[in-house]
């Protein structure tokens, strides 16, 4: 089993709509949860993290971290075509980290 | 705005053939990481390191790849014969030290790299 699961997608949207990307984990080790978004042939940038159980809102964007469950997730409101890209889930304990496989997302205008 | 600059961004090799590939971590980050993505086993961690010294590399097969840093400014990652397996996206990203607060790493570009 892995130590990170994502679905892969793809997801497709309209937009302005709600999107909610979501990855499960299985060690309970974990301390910090991050999402990355990457964009067709670059390299993953950091968009949120959280430390913990909880949500933390940014803009659009909100990460939410459920311990008990071991489930993370990242909500995107009134999403935009430029929000296109794919979503990388990640989580660390130490300076080990740990990523989903992505979910590919396309917000069509 | 500082960035992790990875080259070449393209290469098309035959099998058999050495490929290196180079990494500039951004100045003042000291731990250095290779990660290979491909659509089947998304992002793997090759190796890091810290300070210039290498940490973890159980990720990587030892046979053919190797990964250096021979200073701060620069860290290759070295394929030796390369395979068609090895056709992939290769990438370095730097970050500072999670003891020293600060975590999350900056991307490169990448290397993509075509193995015929």
């Known amino acids: 089993q892995k130590e990170v699961e994502q679905d892969p997608g793809p997801l497709s949207v309209p937009e302005g709509a709600i999107v909610s990307l979501n990855c499960t984990y299985s060690?309970?080790?974990?301390?910090?949860f991050m999402w990355y978004r990457q964009y067709s042939r670059k390299g993953p940038e950091l968009l949120m993290y959280t430390y913990s159980s909880g949500n933390k809102e940014d803009g659009r964007f909100t990460a939410q971290v459920d311990k008990s469950s071991k489930y993370i997730s990242l909500f995107i409101r009134d999403s935009q075509p430029s929000d296109s890209a794919t979503y990388l889930c990640?989580?660390?304990?130490?300076?080990?980290?740990?990523f989903g496989t992505g979910t590919s997302l396309t917000v069509i205008p | 705005d500082a960035r992790v600059t990875q080259t070449p961004r393209h290469k098309v090799t035959e099998m058999g053939q050495e490929v290196t590939m180079r990494c500039q971590p951004i100045?003042?980050?000291?731990?250095v990481f290779w990660y290979r993505q491909t659509m089947m086993q998304g992002l793997e961690l090759l190796a890091y390191?810290?300070?210039?010294?290498?940490?973890?590399d159980s990720g990587m097969p030892k046979d053919r790849f190797s990964a250096e840093m021979p200073d701060a400014t620069l860290a290759t990652l070295k394929i030796q014969p390369s395979e068609p397996r090895d056709s992939a996206v290769y990438f370095c990203?730097?970050?500072?030290?999670?003891?020293?607060?600060?975590?999350?790493?900056?991307f490169g570009s990448g290397t993509r790299l075509t193995v015929v």
């Open positions: 990640a989580m660390n304990t130490g300076n080990q980290f740990y």
């Open positions: 060690n309970s080790a974990f301390q910090y």
């Open positions: 990203a730097s970050g500072l030290d999670l003891r020293t607060g600060a975590f999350g790493y900056t």
């Open positions: 100045l003042g980050h000291n731990t």
């Open positions: 390191f810290r300070n210039r010294a290498p940490l973890d």
